[in-house]
């Protein structure tokens, strides 16, 4: 059974069959009782409005909405708000308070309101899975998707109307038939809130390859549908764990497929470093891209067990998959004094008092991993952290040629103390991830030559790492105020630094490589919990005022965090232009309302 377990979705479920009932098996509504909102002929109306004339232009979507509909009628805005609260029903990545607040805003166009103990009120406290950044940046698409499928739903008589709202496989044909369906992560979403008995709570068709790609030893190649491939190996997975609570983005399973990269690059990861063997993770400083090293390291480490021990095997030896995970992952901080002969050779006293090459940390750690058969062992991966802080083409050396000549050996200019050639040869288990800030070193200024043998992926800022970074944080802190009930303002924030994002990287005066990290912002949290004291009794603006300015817990972000390393980028001007810039940043973060 796929139905969520995480919290109490009941709600939601119900929200979903009513939506079944009430909106595709008759012409009625799910928000006001007795009402005919679903008709053919308001879905047509909504069609012309908002489908058939798309507003592209660089307003926010509600205010685009609103000009699009409000004219059309009630009943027209009914639907729009209605259709929002479909679109809302599933992701956990909104905040209950705010779909709320966009609903609301609709039905106030004609005059109505949400009920607080409405079911769907009360299915907007919680979600059942993340639909990511790009569901909200994508919303006219996903809204209209919606549009285009219950009129080609309602155009179908009425015996197969009843006859698909039973059957999950028949209606997921029907969805598919929709132009464009895949591209959707509603057209997931909406299999899933129906037949959550047979659909997954995966809102990515992305992540529904990579699972039956990772699993795929349970299904075999006879099924080429992939919801049905994933339904196939959760029954497998049942079988070889049956007292576990299987969801796929829960341990054990989450960590043999998921990559958190979605969105940063064209390929995951993942399947870009199996391919070339190395990366470089590059961005502005505070993008985590440390963390995501350590991550993908794991995630290689992890992919390769189930490869090699397919799932039974693998799911029984957790504790062997994670020791080799504690050391066979190789953190070297690399910084201005490390160089070419702490890495591949140098020049040594010898015990008798003369001189000796002797084998630096590269051919030391090939030894050290050469001791296990290349059978028996799982890869091994090199973090090369701060990249930029040393010259990388000299530290590298012979290795150089290597990096794409895995498991060729060539001599070193060099003999060991006993007068035999040294030799190096970099073996096809060893992977390398490289991380780089581009304040120190830009991409431009990397030897040709280098940049051939990685494979660079962008690590820019990240506003929902920021939002899961500051729940986490707000949880162990231990306040006592439900993360719900501020989620609406950190979120605020992320919209906010993503716009002094956008100025920073168009500004003259610094540019895309000065842009801030999120992990910057993340003191906010420990200064909220500071403003809110022991016994926090505020019910709405943590770190916003009604005006939309920044409380004190933002203020402080800035002025203790981001002023000063900003300060510190405009250092070279006059103190009358980089103070302008100062103050015309400071707007854009403290008061994005106003700078709007």
């Not at 037949?195 to 795929?216: C, L, M, T, W, Y």
């Not at 991409?443 to 920021?466: T, Y």
Request: hydrophobic content about 40%; some cysteine.
């Amino acid at each position: 059974m796929a139905r969520y377990s995480g919290h109490d979705a009941s709600r939601i479920y119900q929200a979903a069959d009513a939506f079944r009932a009430n909106c595709l098996l008759n012409d009625g509504s799910l928000l006001f009782q007795d009402a005919s909102v679903w008709r053919p002929d308001v879905l047509d109306g909504i069609h012309k409005a908002f489908v058939a004339s798309p507003d592209e232009g660089d307003r926010s979507f509600i205010a685009k909405f609103k000009d699009q509909i409000s004219d059309a009628g009630q009943e027209v805005i009914r639907l729009a708000a209605e259709i929002l609260c479909v679109y809302f029903l599933f992701p956990s990545n909104v905040g209950g308070a705010r779909k709320r607040q966009v609903v609301n805003e609709v039905l106030g166009w004609a005059g109505d309101s949400l009920s607080e103990n409405h079911l769907i009120s009360n299915a907007f406290s919680h979600g059942i899975g993340s639909g990511g950044q790009g569901y909200n940046t994508r919303r006219p698409f996903e809204i209209g998707f919606l549009i285009d499928l219950v009129i080609a739903w309602k155009r179908l008589p009425k015996e197969q109307q009843v006859s698909l709202a039973a059957d999950p496989w028949g209606f997921q044909e029907l969805v598919d038939s929709i132009e464009d369906a895949e591209a959707k992560q509603l057209r997931h979403m909406l299999l899933h809130l129906l037949f959550p008995d047979q659909f997954e709570r995966i809102a990515s068709g992305n992540h529904k390859r990579r699972v039956v790609k990772a699993f795929h030893g349970l299904v075999g190649s006879q099924e080429e549908d992939e919801d049905r491939a994933i339904l196939v190996i959760r029954g497998e997975l049942g079988k070889l764990l049956p007292n576990k609570q299987l969801d796929f983005y829960w341990s054990p399973l989450v960590e043999a497929w998921y990559d958190d990269s979605e969105g940063v690059s064209a390929g995951a990861p993942l399947e870009i470093i199996q391919h070339k063997k190395q990366i470089v993770l590059y961005g502005p400083p505070g993008t985590g891209k440390t963390f995501r090293a350590k991550n993908l390291s794991e995630r290689v480490i992890r992919s390769a067990a189930l490869n090699q021990m397919g799932p039974a095997l693998y799911f029984q030896s957790q504790s062997t998959v994670a020791d080799a995970i504690k050391k066979n992952v190789h953190r070297l901080q690399l910084h201005p004094a490390y160089s070419y002969e702490d890495f591949i050779r140098a020049l040594h006293i010898s015990d008798s008092g003369g001189t000796e090459y002797r084998a630096g940390y590269l051919p030391q750690l090939i030894d050290d991993i050469e001791r296990q058969p290349r059978a028996e062992r799982l890869p091994h991966v090199l973090i090369l952290d701060e990249m930029n802080r040393t010259d990388l083409s000299r530290m590298l050396g012979e290795c150089f040629s290597l990096l794409e000549d895995r498991n060729q050996t060539i001599e070193l200019p060099a003999r060991d103390g006993k007068g035999a050639a040294m030799k190096l040869r970099i073996p096809d288990d060893l992977f390398v991830i490289g991380t780089m800030n581009l304040i120190d070193q830009s991409i431009e200024q990397i030897d040709f030559a280098l940049r051939r043998r990685f494979l660079w992926l962008p690590c820019p800022f990240d506003a929902e790492a920021l939002i899961g970074a500051a729940e986490a944080k707000w949880t162990d802190l231990k306040s006592g105020l439900d993360w719900g009930r501020i989620e609406p303002d950190f979120r605020k924030l992320a919209a906010a630094a993503a716009v002094l994002n956008r100025e920073i990287h168009d500004s003259p005066l610094l540019g895309s490589q000065y842009e801030i990290g999120h992990t910057y912002l993340l003191d906010v949290v420990v200064f909220l919990r500071n403003f809110l004291g022991s016994r926090p009794t505020r019910k709405h603006n943590y770190l916003w005022n009604k005006k939309g300015e920044a409380l004190e817990p933002v203020e402080q972000v800035w002025n203790l965090s981001l002023r000063p390393l900003i300060e510190q980028y405009l250092a070279g001007l006059d103190s009358s232009a980089r103070n302008a810039e100062l103050n015309r940043l400071a707007k854009v973060l403290l008061k994005p309302e106003v700078a709007e």
